[in-house]
């Protein structure tokens, strides 16, 4: 196992130096207010259960038909390019993934396509994620990894300030649904993946992400073309340390966060977990601080219409 950085680390590969502890729970970042009856802006659902809690997270963001319509096609993104079980926390519960995928069939999805760019051997992670094994027998849905260069199509970055370019799994921009399902994991560059550093197992040469260009704006860059219709964390525990691919602490959460908002679900994970032994605040992790300052999202948790449910 590698050594996990100390808190200076942290921050220097990623995050901004402002007050760093965390002094309340998630019942402080969410106080009591008073909404007009309309979806929440964000989620947090509590419990044992992954499959229950994902159908009870996306039922009060307005149920699967808010997002999925007969003949979509969907693209779902989960964490699974390492070549470990569910249990080490470097890939989305399968549960969560398999779940997602139904709610897809049952609204009437011509194509739901579960992918992502691995990093490890494609059949050790196939295996082990357990995802494509979960999802075997939903309708209309195949589990994929995407290696293949002329599985990717270049695409312009309007918006980017890093990024002029970058070459795109093609079935993601040709989806009508992305759907966005990570799991909370600290990672050894950006500080924490969640679903924003995700979206980067959807693009061929990550690599000059971290060794040609600034990390955290690239990433920025990136969801500015590549934005989630619906983002799932899967915090049923988290890999506190030694991420992206571990081992490191894995910490049972028994959670999950559902939103619109990549910014509000990522920074509500970071305020959520404890990360490299601390408790940090969204507005610290700089590629989630420079996704709000671009008008991409949100992070001002108290600001948010919150629900909390127990299932």
């Known amino acids: ?3 996990a950085p100390d808190r200076r680390e942290f ?7 402002t007050a760093a502890v965390l002094t309340t729970a998630s019942g402080a970042l969410n106080p009591a207010m008073s909404f007009a009856e309309s979806p929440p802006d964000l989620v947090i659902c509590h419990g044992n259960d992954p499959e229950a809690m994902t159908r009870s997270a996306v039922e009060a963001l307005g149920g699967i038909k808010r997002f999925v319509k007969p003949g979509n096609k969907v693209l779902i993104k989960p964490n699974m390019s390492f070549a470990s079980g569910p249990g080490a926390g470097s890939n989305t519960h399968p549960g969560i993934v398999k779940e997602v995928a139904r709610l897809c069939a049952d609204a009437g999805a011509s194509k739901i396509s579960v992918v992502d760019n691995v990093l490890h051997s494609p059949a050790d992670c196939m295996k082990l994620s357990k995802i494509p094994e979960t999802c075997k027998d939903i309708a209309n849905t195949t589990v994929s990894y995407a290696k293949n260069k002329r599985l990717f199509r270049e695409v312009k970055v309007d918006q ?3 990024l002029k370019s970058m070459e795109v799994l093609a079935d993601a921009l040709d989806a009508d649904v992305l759907i966005a399902i990570p799991v909370g994991k600290s990672h050894s560059s950006s500080g924490v993946s969640l679903s924003m550093k995700g979206m980067m197992g959807l693009i061929f040469d990550r690599l000059s992400f971290h060794t040609r260009h600034d990390l955290h704006e690239s990433i920025v860059d990136m969801v500015t073309v590549l934005k989630p219709h619906l983002v799932i964390v899967d915090g049923t525990r988290i890999l506190s340390t030694g991420g992206p691919g571990g081992p490191g602490k894995v910490i049972p959460l028994n959670l999950i966060i559902a939103s619109t908002d990549m ?4 920074a509500q994970m970071v305020a959520l977990g404890t990360w490299y032994d601390k408790k940090f605040q969204p507005q610290q992790v700089r ?4 996704a709000s300052e671009r008008g991409l999202g949100r992070m001002d948790l ?9 299932t």
């Open 160 to 162: 980017g300030k890093q």
């Open 302 to 310: 108290d600001k948010l219409n919150i629900k909390t449910l127990n």
């Open 1 to 3: 196992m590698s050594k």
């Open 287 to 290: 590629h989630i601080r420079s």
């Open 11 to 17: 921050l220097r590969k990623g995050l901004i130096t």
């Open 263 to 266: 910014v509000a679900a990522d």
